[in-house]
C-alpha cells in the first residue's frame, strides 16, 4: 500500500519479554518518527530518525527500550523486559525531508502488557 | 509547561454549531499540523500549514505566526467530526525538528 504501515496491530505480552514492533514508512521518506499514547494521554515522542544522521533518542523513557532504521527504510522498536506501564498503542509516522513537510501516520501497534 | 498548549480540552456542540479549536506554542516553528484522531486510535492528518489559512470542505485552520497561534474552525458540525482534535507544532531540537503535540481537544457533536 501506499501508506505507512505497522504490524502487529494487536500484541498481547508477558510481563518480562520482550517484543518488536515494525514500522513500514512511505517509499522515499527519509524521516520517521515513534511514538506512543497511553490510555487517555496524549501523544509523547519517543525516537525520531532522519536519513543517515545519527537518531534522536531523546524520548526513549527508559533503556528497555531500542530502535533501528535498517536501510533507511524499515524500524524496529524493541522493548526489553515489558512492564505493564509500556502497554500503550505504540505509532509510527513518517516524512518526507524537510522542516516544513506533512507526517503521516500508520495506524498503530495496541500493546498490552500482562 | 507544555510548549503545545491546546484549548478546550473538551468541546460539546450540538449538530451544525460552528466550532473553533485553539492551539498556541511558546517558540518559534517550521509548520504546525492538524490531526483528527477517532475512537479506536486511527489519526488522519487534516492540515499542515506554516503561514496564513487553509480551508478543506467544512474545515479550516489559520495560523498566526507571529503571535504563535493557530485556530482549527469546523463550520455546520455534524456528529461524525466527533473526535480528538490535535495540533502538533514542529519544534526546534538540535537541528532539527521534532513535532511536538498538544493534550488534543476532545470534540462530541450531538445531533
New interface residues.
Partial sequence: GAGVSQSPSNKVTEKGKDVELRCDPISGHTAL?W?R?SLGQ??E?LI?F?GN?AP?K?GLPSDRFSAERTGGSVSTLTIQRTQQEDSA?Y?C?SSSQG???????G??T?LTVV | KNEVEQSPQNLTAQEGEFITINCSYSVGI??L?W?QQHPG?????LF?L?SGKKKHGRLIATINIQEKHSSLHITASHPRDSAVY?C?A?LP??G?????????TSLIVHP
Fill in positions: 518518527y511514538y499514547q496524549g501523544l515522542f525520531y532522519q544522521s534522536d531523546s498503542v505509532l509516522a522542516a516544513r513537510t506533512e507526517a503521516f501516520f495506524q498503530g495496541r | 517550521s509548520a499540523h490531526l486510535g486511527g489519526i488522519v492528518s499542515m506554516s490535535i502538533a514542529k531540537s538540535g532539527s525538528y521534532i513535532p511536538t503535540f498538544g493534550r488534543g
